[in-house]
């Protein structure tokens, strides 16, 4: 008598849907995408923070936004080969003109004008329309005389510009001059990365500088600066902690900290 074996039953994988659950780049842990945004998009088991958009920081910090200098739009000043492609990708992408989005906001009870930098547009560059954004939310909040704050994320320079972007540093910088003599309060908010042009000019002239942890922070690359000064780095170099051990910070927050800590330093400046 012969038995007849059955056929195994094929097993069927349950598919996931796309986008469902995210990879932290730290600790390699699979996290739910939307657990991941209820904790502000903060690795629950190492603590790394994500990139996020400007968006995302200003529904974080602030209470009430309104947009303003939205009309800015950049140009190919100087015939970049595809640069003017390239922009508008950047600009359906993120629904922006710019790599930089400035607003009227209330935080708990304080009025301040917030500027916020989109890395996903062209890596946060600091081109012509983003220095003239952080020059004008400067002449905004000495007009309104209500505090600055400024949420840094940039690779720096945007090259596509040549010397008209390099020129925003000074712009920006002697503007913020106006700022302290007007004695209007001044908090610049570093996240990763925060480098090149952009950390040699406003982002690190903040009367209080302030960074998430593991930030990226610094001027010249590594490897620049390793051929430079032909010696190894030491340990954590250019990291948001490292610099605040350094003197070069006055404070490392946690993201889901960041709000409340803004809020007192603007009753401090208020008291």
Known sequence: ??????KPRPVTKKEI???LWVKCDSCGEILYRKELARKLWVCERCGYHFKIDSRKYISILTDEFKEIFAELTPTNPLDFQDYSEKLEKDRKKTSLNDAAISGEAKIGKHRIILCAMEFFFRGGSMGSVVGEKVKLSINHAIKRKVPLVIVCASGGARMQEGILSLMQMAK??????LLSDAKIPYISILTNPTTAGVMASYASLGDLVIAEPGALIGFAGPRVIMDTVKEELPPG???AEFLLEHGLLDAVVPRVELKDKLISILDFFKS
């Open 1 to 6: 008598m012969f038995l007849r074996r059955k």
């Open 17 to 19: 849907p796309d986008g």
């Open 172 to 177: 920006t910088s002697a503007t913020l001059n």
């Open 237 to 239: 170099f250019q990291t």
